[in-house]
């Protein structure tokens, strides 16, 4: 497990160099690899440990290079299809076998604290974790998971899918084209795209802090805690 956080880690801090290499090997395929990438770690909720907004802003910062492969707005037209696909897909990937996973304590593919944690953030935000969720790692991945198992309208959860998945595409990718290629971005990079990173799970954990405080304070004041159960149907 460490010498994969590890390679994860290396990889994101050095996103710009691998995707400059990928660009000059790929050539035009290069689009179909970064929708896969996109694709697979919104919609496959077993694969939630994908980069996704240092890829995003590092996307942007290549297609700004005069010699890149990339243009910026076919990238995010396309990537933004690839996040509403992997979001739809892990919606019926929920509704359909969500329920005995939220059931199951233990299970190899799924972790069941982030399903919790990700159950907290509707509980909080409701619909609208559709959006914020993009966002945050982990959470974005089992957001539209979640909202299959809760069984949310599926229109309703369209309606936030495209505005979330355009708005994080697009926001992170054109940044990245905006700033990428600022001298003082590019020397620190490493250090940009760490920041990126940093803050993006901000939120994320500022929710298991509150979640902890609130355990404790729960623990003093009653003799048992009441395990959080899978979502009743979402609006």
């Known amino acids: 497990m460490m010498d994969l956080l590890k390679y994860l880690l290396d990889l994101a801090l050095h996103l710009d160099e691998r995707l400059n290499a990928l660009g000059g090997q ?26 996704g907004d240092s890829l995003l802003f590092a996307i942007g910062a290549l297609a700004a290079t005069p010699t890149s492969v990339l243009n910026v707005h076919i990238v995010v037209v396309s990537l933004s299809f690839a996040a509403i696909l992997g979001d739809t897909v892990n919606y019926w990937i929920g509704k359909r076998v969500g329920p005995t996973v939220f059931r199951s304590d233990t299970s190899r593919l799924f972790d069941r604290r982030h399903l919790d944690r990700t159950a907290r953030f509707y509980a909080k935000y409701g619909a609208k974790t559709i959006i914020i969720a993009r966002f945050i790692p982990i959470v974005r991945t089992f957001a539209p998971f979640v909202a299959g198992i809760g069984a949310m309208h599926y229109p309703r959860f369209l309606f936030y899918n495209v505005i979330g998945g355009i708005l994080w595409i697009a926001s992170m990718t054109y940044a990245g084209y905006a700033f990428g290629n600022i001298p003082f971005v590019k020397r620190n990079f490493s250090l940009v795209v760490l920041g990126i990173i940093l803050v993006s799970l901000l939120p994320a954990a500022i929710e298991i802090l509150r979640e902890r405080l609130g355990a404790r304070t729960a623990a003093r004041s009653s003799p048992a805690a009441t395990p959080l159960a899978a979502p009743e149907k979402l609006p």
């Open 26 to 51: 790929l050539g035009g395929w290069l689009y179909v690899v970064l929708f896969l990438v996109i694709f697979c770690e919104t919609g496959l909720v077993v694969t939630p440990f994908l980069p």
